[in-house]
C-alpha cells in the first residue's frame, strides 16, 4: 500500500529565510507526486506536482520541489520565505496505475516569524 | 471558473439533527471526493465517486454517514443523527482523475455539533 510520511509536524521560519519540507513515501512504482497548500479557512490548493521528467519541479508561490527516487523523498523547497507563505502544507502521492487512490501526509504546519 | 463549491460554509446544529452537506464539482470531473478533517486525525477520505457511482465507502465512519451523487455536478453528505464528535470540517474535491491528477478542493464546511 502507498503511504507518505511527513516527518515534521511544525515548523517556523524567519521571514526571508529559505525553506525545505520534508516528504517520504512509498510506493512500488513512479509515483504521482503532489504538494499543496492550506490557509486557515480555506481548502487545498495545489502548489506543484511530479509525473514524470526532469526531477526538480517549478510551482506557483516561488515553490520547487525535488524527486529523488534512491530517498523516496519529494521535498518541497522556497529559497527565501515570506509571511504569506504560513500555512499548513500537505504532501500526497498518487498512484500510476491500479486501484489505489491519492493520499495525503499529515501536513506540516509553518510559522514565519518577522 | 469557477472552482468547486460547497454549501454551507458553516454549519451550527445541535446532537440528533440531520446535517446535510452539499458540493459542486467542476464540469467535466469525472471523480468527486468527500475528505473530513479534524485536529486529531488530519485530513480523511470518506468515500469517492466516479461518472456519479461510489467507488470506494471504506472511510465513511459509521451507518449514520450517507453520500449520493444524483448527478454530474451535484453530491451530498448527510449525517443522520448527528453527534458531537462528528464536528470537522467537510471538503469535497474533484478530479478528473483518481490518482494521477490533482484533486480541486472547495473551501470547505466547518460543522459544529452542539
Redesign the interface.
Known sequence: AQSVTQPDIHITVSEGASLELRCNYSYGATP?L?W?VQSP??????LL?Y?SGDTLVQGIKGFEAEFKRSQSSFNLRKPSVHWSDAAEY?CAV???GGY???T?G??TKLQVIP | DAGVIQSPRHEVTEMGQEVTLRCKPISGHDYLFWYRQTMMRGLELLIYFNNNVPIDDSGMPEDRFSAKMPNASFSTLKIQPSEPRDSAVYFCASSPDRGSQPQHFGDGTRLSIL
Open positions: 504521482y503532489f499543496y479557512g480555506q481548502g487545498l490548493q495545489l506536482k509525473f500537505f498518487g498512484p500510476s489505489q487512490k491519492v495525503f499529515t501536513g
